[in-house]
């Protein structure tokens, strides 16, 4: 009888043990969730701050924008009026609120303009200064630039997302598609469509080669909830993680060789 025992509790830890390696295998998949939705909580905000130079005086000037954040805007330096000649910087700051995103976010959004995005071809440098979504610190430098009509190019340079006493990194570059949304001012009337082409290190060390495409965000919701995207490692091992078919639930499935799982985008 105790040899019995000694035997089914073996085969319990044998057991556990391999769903704990299952489920760190597919960590990258979960991590480069997290990544993604953090761009996406912080690229249409600012799309839709410097979407034209009226849009950006109206918000220095009242120094918010109550339709659309909790932020604080503030004026750097540069010339507002011929900007051609020299780029406008501005700061977004956030104190530990929740946007209209649902987000709780808190630090600085360090914007550098290059004319606005009612220009073809015009650029935004966003550097994300002691900033945290959701209390995970997020950083690095986001390089926006207007492609033409409602579509926008983001190159993320050395991104990083601490969680507790680990990190996850993203490189890449974002190809985004903004709609208009019924109301021109409202910015949570849009969708975003984003497809991806990058590099991720999970919070593990896993190195992996990542393609995102068909990733859909109706920034009324609060998580990507369409699309799916390829997470390939060294050794050439793919996961598979669906966002969904457009229902917002916050709930993703990664699936790996025989392994799938549900969990959470946002956590």
Not at 35 to 45: F, G, H, Q, R, T
Request: proline letters at 0%; glycine letters at 8%.
């Amino acid at each position: 009888m105790k040899e019995l025992s000694l035997i089914l509790s073996f085969i319990i830890l044998l057991a556990t043990g391999c769903t704990k390696s299952e489920e760190k295998s597919s960590q990258g998949a979960k991590d480069y969730a997290i990544v993604m939705s953090n761009i996406a909580d912080v690229a249409p905000l600012v799309v839709h701050t410097i979407q034209s130079q009226s849009y950006v005086l109206g918000r220095i000037r009242n120094n918010s924008d109550t339709l659309n954040s909790c932020a604080n805007y503030q004026y750097i330096s540069g010339d507002t009026v011929d900007i051609e000649n020299g780029n406008v910087n501005l700061e977004i700051l956030f104190s530990q609120c929740v946007d209209f995103d649902g987000a709780l976010k808190n630090g600085s959004l360090l914007l550098n303009i290059s004319n606005y995005f009612d220009v073809d071809s015009a650029t935004c440098s966003v550097i994300l200064s002691d900033f945290s979504i959701n209390n995970n610190i997020f950083s690095g430098t986001l390089n926006l630039k207007r492609k033409g009509s409602n579509q926008f190019e983001i190159v993320a340079n050395n991104v990083n997302v601490v969680i507790g006493t680990r990190q996850i990194s993203y490189e890449g570059s974002i190809l985004c598609t903004m709609g208009t949304g019924g109301d021109a001012m409202l910015l949570y009337d849009n969708l975003l469509e984003i497809e991806e082409e990058g590099e991720l290190v999970d919070r593990f060390g896993a190195v992996f080669q990542t393609i995102g495409t068909g990733l859909v965000r109706d920034l009324s919701c609060n998580w990507i909830s369409e699309g799916l995207s390829e997470l390939e490692d060294v050794e050439g091992d793919s996961q598979i993680l669906n966002f969904g078919n457009g229902f917002c639930d916050n709930v993703a499935t990664v699936t790996l060789a025989e392994f799938e799982a549900n969990f959470a985008i946002a956590q």
